[in-house]
């Protein structure tokens, strides 16, 4: 079991690149920074004569990893309720990722599996679900399996700790991954 | 009654802008296309000794824009079950308008009132429940009214005319801005 | 098309009914009243042997209605951020008509469609979605295509009237089943 | 810390009730049966002259037991991706509580603590959700905190044994209880 990380915070070890790491420790894991990489916006171009066109950054690099791998973390902090943009970004994409030609992106994902770790500081266990609603959409629309998610309730750097059921639930998240 | 319309996305003459179109039609708005401005991703420095730094790119001048005007509609389309990527970015730069001493934002944002007009190819009159959700939320957040909302069923160019609740909806928002 | 409006409130001409009555005028419509039958309360015997047993009370006149119907339209007060009791407990019946063996209610419920109509006094639009996503879970385990939804805000007697979005959606729903 | 663990379920034994035993075991609780109990639908009566009317039922009986206690268990299978129909009928009579003159219910719901744990067959980690998002509306409008929820995956009798993530909340909420 090839395990990606996929990180959307836009700082390094944030309350939910902690959450994620205790989740993942001791496992096989490519980590890969949103932030560190170049995704442009999706150019909407599914209904023009031509279709999209190549876009010179590094979603490529991204697509590749995410082929390789067959378990796939989606780690974003709750930034207004939501994934944060450099993540949403990423996703937009996937409208392109499955017109290209090189890959069969949906068949792809088909035999993967998705996990979504968020910490977020106003309530989030109320106020992401809308999130994790949209999450389940856009697994589903791509046909990738959504296995769990955990939701940590943190503000300020560290706070994640003292979330005692999201900590428990990345441990058993853990122990369940090492199993497989 | 000032209005702004922010439009999130990624190609002229969509759904979406066809539907705000209706909705807007002879009365007195300011468009501005976050794809046409260069919008960074937050950098989030919240808990960092200085804060956040001041950032070279069009916020500034989108926040200038915000606080002129009474009236704000979010116009993005449905891109995987959420906001374009580019809207999410310029939503994530909240935390840092929040923050910034040359207005008070929130204040300023309590005057004002909002609307999302969206519109999507999958079920979004179910699917893109989750999204008017988190608008709610941002809204909620920092004292925005939020007036109403128009969901749009409409894939391919030019079918949101198909959607006759969704334009009758358009058109019934267009009157009563215009009471206003 | 026959149509069947199934009505959840505790009581007479209240805002929903209202409303409903505003979308079906002119149709040739069977109105049930939740509130004048004897509905049982499920008494989940799923996993017992001999499975569930005949419960004497209105559920059988009710499906009997169900099944001569093209289009049931729920229309239930929005009490408490869900449907009325009165409705949950005819819903939760769903899991013994599913095993019914006098008909194939699945199989039944696959040849129509269903609307729901719903009022409720505490912003609705946003706080009755929730309510809106479970019809959708609920219509779509039976295989009950979820033709649309028009939500109201009104409290006290008569106060749909004052609900112009609402009262539109109605009257374009009139239209469209008129056109059927 | 008195506990009142108040269970929706229509048999007894089931996977909710397993799960709510095991996040109270050894604790003081009181556990009351709503499918042993008469509680009448409500009767909205909110706009007649006079109001409500007294019904004779256990739902006084159940008040005072509410009244007594300080942290209220709602345990209630997911039927229809809802709370049971009985307890949503029990929730409807909120409103006639709230308008009794031998108690302010709102004040004393306002010093108590809420938490919901649910089981259902049907993927309810994602499908319970606006379930979660319509209690957090319930304890909203009564000022009743809602300190947390367990989501169990369990359709046969006894399954609730291999969901793991469920059993460890619960283990970690009861732990949590016991140091109050």
Redesign the interface.
Known sequence: MKILAIHG???SN?NTEKLTAKALEGLNVTHVQL?DLQIQ?????R?EPGGFKPVDDDNDHLVNLILEHDILVFAT?V????????M?????R??QNLRDERYDFKAEMRKKQAYVICCGG?NP???A??????F???FD?IDLE?S??VIGQAG??GEIEND??AI??AI?LNE?LKSL
Chains 1, 2, 3, 4 share one sequence.
């Open positions: 915070s836009s700082r944030g932030r916006p999706i150019d909407d171009l209904h902090p930034y207004w309720y939501g994934m944060s943009g450099i949403k970004n990423f996703v937009d996937f409208s106003d266990k109320i106020k679900l809308p999130l994790i609603q949209q389940n959409y856009i629309f959504f769990g998610y300020k750097p005692r059921q428990q639930y058993e369940h």
